[in-house]
């Protein structure tokens, strides 16, 4: 999987990073797929809020992105990420 370290707007919050470090630490390797998936639906609805709207624009670009790397396909009205 691709990612775009530094446009994904974790890193203008301080402390976000090693927060998600650590709570996917703490949900252990068994649940790291069903945390991800949580966080990532709670993330991509958030790309009109005012504080995490440039994070979830972001998030929702690079899932785009990865979906039409996987699959071949074009996510309708997606935009690039990278």
Do not use: F
Not at 46 to 64: C, H, K
């Amino acid at each position: 999987m691709r990612t775009c370290s530094g446009k994904h707007g974790g890193d203008s919050v301080p402390g976000l990073l090693q927060a998600v470090i650590d709570y996917m630490n703490a949900a252990g390797i068994a649940n790291r797929g069903v945390v991800t998936l949580q966080l990532g639906q709670l993330l991509s609805n958030l790309y009109n809020d005012v504080t995490y709207g440039p994070a979830a624009s972001a998030w929702n670009a690079l899932v785009a992105d990865n979906y039409s790397e996987w699959t071949g396909a074009v996510v309708p009205g997606a935009k690039s990420s990278c």
